[in-house]
């Protein structure tokens, strides 16, 4: 059996699909670095700066949730849209009309 060399470069790529994926379900990002946090900056402190958190964590739940709804709706939704334009203008064709491909 022939085995295939690991690149790191693989690593890192795999590495990120997971975080990124992992952000999406709504897991919190863990920091791998210590002494990143230092670069960042200081944080607020106080009942304040969890509820901005809060609220941010929430809009990014809320727009998540909306985007996928939009999917769906544009799916399911997109030829019937245009059925109902074409029934909708002169001359005003029939369903069987519209349906066919000629």
């Not at 470069?9 to 863990?30: C, D, F, T, W, Y």
């Not at 769906?72 to 939704?77: A, F, M, R, S």
């Not at 997109?78 to 059925?83: A, R, S």
């Not at 334009?85 to 369903?95: S, V, Y």
């Amino acid at each position: 059996m022939y085995s295939y060399p690991i690149k790191s470069s693989m690593v890192k790529i795999v590495l990120q699909r997971l975080r990124a994926i992992s952000e999406e379900n709504g897991e919190e990002k863990k920091e791998e670095n210590p002494s990143m946090a230092s670069l960042k900056g200081k944080e607020k402190s106080g009942k304040g700066a969890r509820s901005d958190r809060s609220k941010v964590k929430c809009m990014k739940q809320w727009s998540t949730w909306a985007m996928k709804k939009a999917k769906v709706i544009t799916h399911y939704g997109f030829i019937p849209l245009i059925i109902v334009i074409g029934m909708n203008t002169e001359p005003k064709p029939q369903l069987s009309q519209l349906l066919s491909p000629v």
